[in-house]
């Protein structure tokens, strides 16, 4: 089976709640971010992205939340559904490089 | 359909053997990229290619070498020299790199 995603924190929620999902970033150079979905077994596919003269970006269903005073990134999921399972993760890119977290495993509990 | 298309899914390496991966992407996009997936691991960059005809070592490039002869395919190949092969090898393709990079759905390379 698919092993990415093993030794991953893991964030339970109930089916229908609201689900959080956050990410520290380290470099305070970084002036863009991007939230990816990883299905098992396939690559990640792009969920939503921020600038750094943002604080606040809404998708269809996702919200994503910047805080540049501590360097902190949060992904919100609303109304979660089973399709929504996955690891995700975060990524920074400060100056001509991109840094990616390890990512969080989202269960969904029926 | 737009995309990247990487093969083959699942690849075997046998001791002492060269491997190469496939990445082909119509998306008309000038970079392209490889990472590597550990389990429990951020992706690490292998190599990237921001343009034809040229290539830039990543973070883990050792063991690892690349083409960029058409603006859409960027092989991998595993040498023999990569004593550490078996992972889930990701390709990437971007405008540029403040632009999202859009993903393949991967090879997994297993040691015979």
């Known amino acids: 089976g698919e092993s990415v995603g093993l030794h991953l924190p893991t964030l339970s929620v109930q089916e229908g709640d609201n689900s959080i999902i956050n990410c520290a970033y380290s470099?305070?150079?970084?002036?863009?971010f991007i939230w990816y979905k990883q299905e098992s077994g396939k690559g990640p596919q792009f969920i939503i992205d921020?600038?750094?003269?943002?604080d606040k970006r809404q998708g269809q269903r996702v919200t994503v939340l910047l805080n540049k005073t501590v360097k902190h990134l949060s992904l919100q999921i609303a109304a979660t559904q089973p399709g929504d399972s996955a690891v995700y993760f975060c990524?920074?890119?400060?100056?001509?490089?991109?840094?990616f977290g390890k990512g969080t495993r989202l269960h969904i509990l029926p | 359909d737009g995309g990247i298309t990487q093969s083959p899914k699942y690849l075997f390496r046998k001791e002492g053997q060269n491997v190469t991966l496939s990445c082909e992407q119509n998306?008309?996009?000038?970079?392209m990229y490889w990472y590597r997936q550990d389990p429990g691991q951020g992706l690490r960059l292998i190599y990237y290619?921001?343009?034809?005809?040229?290539?830039q070592k990543g973070d883990i490039a050792e063991g690892y070498s690349v083409s960029r002869e058409k603006k859409e395919s960027f092989p991998l190949t595993v040498t023999s020299a990569q004593k550490n092969p078996t992972a889930f090898y990701l390709c990437?393709?971007?405008?540029?790199?403040?632009?999202?990079?859009?993903f393949g759905d991967g090879t997994r390379l297993s040691i015979l």
């Open positions: 290619s921001q343009i034809v005809n040229d290539f």
């Open positions: 990437a393709s971007s405008k540029g790199w403040n632009q999202p990079q859009h």
């Open positions: 470099n305070s150079a970084s002036d863009y």
């Open positions: 998306l008309n996009h000038d970079a």
């Open positions: 921020i600038r750094s003269n943002m």
């Open positions: 990524a920074e890119i400060p100056y001509d490089k991109i840094i």
